[in-house]
């Protein structure tokens, strides 16, 4: 089975490590975790599990640059 990269935003809070942490132990699941870059050193834990760390501010990142951070993620959509 293909490796299904998942994109959380908010993984340096209590939910947002919470689901990081559940997909990090999916099989066949790549975690990308955007963080501002002050939050950089708060998600080591989550790095060291496996999870690509991208320092991005959502603010003032052009959408290259968003577009980049979200390059190859799987995406799902309800009809």
Known sequence: M???IVVVAG???VLGED???ALLN???VQVRIL???QSVEKLAALKDKGAEIVAIDLEQSSSEQLASALSGAFSWSQP
């Open 11 to 13: 993984a340096s809070g």
């Open 35 to 37: 963080t501002r870059p």
């Open 2 to 4: 293909t490796e299904k």
């Open 19 to 21: 689901i990081a942490n």
């Open 26 to 28: 999916k099989p066949n």
